[in-house]
């Protein structure tokens, strides 16, 4: 069965810091990866998604096989950043099924 | 277009009650899914739907049954509601085409069971 681990429940960064929250993950095919975020009081939402190789509001994660990992990054932080992030996973051909690591509360001090 | 909608958005039973949540998207999906979410276990899979008409267990489905009658609509019922049911409930849909996949959510039911 597959697995998201995401090491840190909290993460406190400076406005302007750089930003890295890790993703690890345990499957043994192909999976898909996303991230999905939650802002104070808005839904859950599609945040980025591996296989689209975007960047969205400075935001970017790369898969590492290797490490099987898909860290999200962003150079320098912003206070409009603080939220809940999920990393969650999905295997192709499958019944579309969203399995969400614990996630993890950034929070940007101005 | 609404999206994905839920009702109610809070509710207190008591232990031993019943209710019914409703889910309801207007995006012509064919996929639904309804998660908890509890502090510190993010969000966990109860129960999802591959179409009208079908549903299957998901990873947390113990005192919980759903049904998918109308394709927009998706229900998650609790027939002997426990205080270990106290949580915030989520319902999603989407398309279903693998990596392209988006789960849309809606706004949540906060649930709590004296």
């Known amino acids: 069965a597959q697995r998201v681990t995401q090491p840190e429940k909290l993460l406190s960064v400076f406005k302007g810091a750089p930003v890295e929250l890790k993703c690890n993950y345990s499957?043994?095919?192909?999976?898909?990866l996303f991230w999905y975020v939650q802002y104070s009081r808005q839904r859950l939402q599609l945040l980025l998604r591996?296989?689209s190789r975007e960047s969205i509001k400075g935001f970017t994660a790369d898969l590492n096989k290797g490490e099987t990992s898909f860290h999200l990054k962003k150079p320098f932080a912003q206070e409009e950043d603080s939220a809940m992030y999920y990393c969650?996973?999905?295997?192709?051909?499958?019944?579309?099924?969203?399995?969400f690591g614990t996630g993890t509360r950034l929070t940007i001090i101005p | 277009n609404a999206g994905v909608t839920q009702t109610p958005k809070f509710r207190v039973l008591k232990t031993g009650q019943s209710m019914t949540l409703l889910c309801a998207q207007d995006?012509?999906?064919?996929?639904m899914y309804w998660y908890r979410q509890d502090p510190g276990m993010g969000l966990r899979l109860i129960h999802y739907?591959?179409?009208?008409?079908?549903?299957a267990k998901g990873e947390v489905p113990d005192g919980y049954n759903v049904s998918r009658l109308k394709k927009q609509n998706f229900l998650l019922g609790l027939e002997s509601a426990a205080p270990s049911q106290t949580s915030v409930y989520f319902c999603?849909?989407?398309?279903?085409?693998?990596?392209?996949?988006?789960?849309?959510f809606g706004p949540g039911t906060r649930l709590t069971v004296l």
């Open positions: 999603a849909s989407s398309y279903g085409r693998g990596g392209y996949n988006e789960q849309f």
């Open positions: 499957y043994s095919g192909s999976p898909e």
């Open positions: 591996h296989i």
């Open positions: 969650a996973l999905t295997i192709n051909f499958g019944n579309e099924k969203l399995t």
């Open positions: 995006m012509n999906h064919e996929y």
């Open positions: 739907s591959v179409g009208e008409g079908t549903t």
